[in-house]
């Protein structure tokens, strides 16, 4: 039984490929695991030419699982939980997507807040691979235009190198 599930995992990792979310060759401005003031860095932080309103799209079907707004951190940022066990997070965006953005702006006004974390269910945003989600940006704790971008494992919320995925991305060090 042990072994079963074991390929059954396997298989569903494999199947898993971390491509790229923006419309431009991807270059990173940070790596995964780096060592930042506070902790070590949990995705990977792509380049977008200097500028905000890149499109950022889904990698895959899913769903909008988490949607947290905030002034700090992570900013604007989107969770999609994929049927594959992974989930991928895409943060730092300047807006949301029509229907996303709907969706928050409603619990921003539901909430009296700016500032919010929810937790859409399965049939309340549901993506495709390729649909567009957000516009990239510079919100929360960031430095500059970018897009954050990680890869978690979905049950257990730990964070995975997108790289180890297929990630369209040479890598030139050693």
Not at 107 to 116: A, H
Not at 143 to 169: A, I, Q, S
């Amino acid at each position: 039984t042990v072994f079963f599930l074991f390929s059954f995992l396997l298989l569903n990792a494999q199947d898993f490929k971390a491509t790229n979310p923006l419309p431009i060759a991807p270059s990173l401005s940070g790596n995964f695991g780096e060592l930042r003031a506070n902790h070590f860095h949990a995705g990977i932080d792509l380049k977008t030419a200097g500028k905000e309103g890149l499109e950022v799209t889904s990698i895959d079907t899913g769903y909008v699982s988490r949607i947290k707004i905030s002034s700090y951190g992570y900013g604007k940022v989107i969770y999609i939980d994929h049927p594959s066990g992974y989930t991928t997070v895409y943060a730092h965006l300047s807006s949301l997507s029509d229907s996303i953005g709907r969706y928050t702006k409603r619990i921003q006004y539901e909430q009296e807040s700016f500032e919010i974390d929810v937790y859409p269910g399965k049939n309340d945003l549901p993506v495709s691979k390729g649909q567009l989600i957000a516009l990239s940006g510079n919100s929360g704790g960031s430095g500059g235009p970018h897009l954050h971008f990680e890869v978690r494992e979905t049950k257990t919320e730990v964070p995975r190198n997108p790289l180890l995925y297929g990630f369209p991305l040479s890598d030139t060090k050693y």
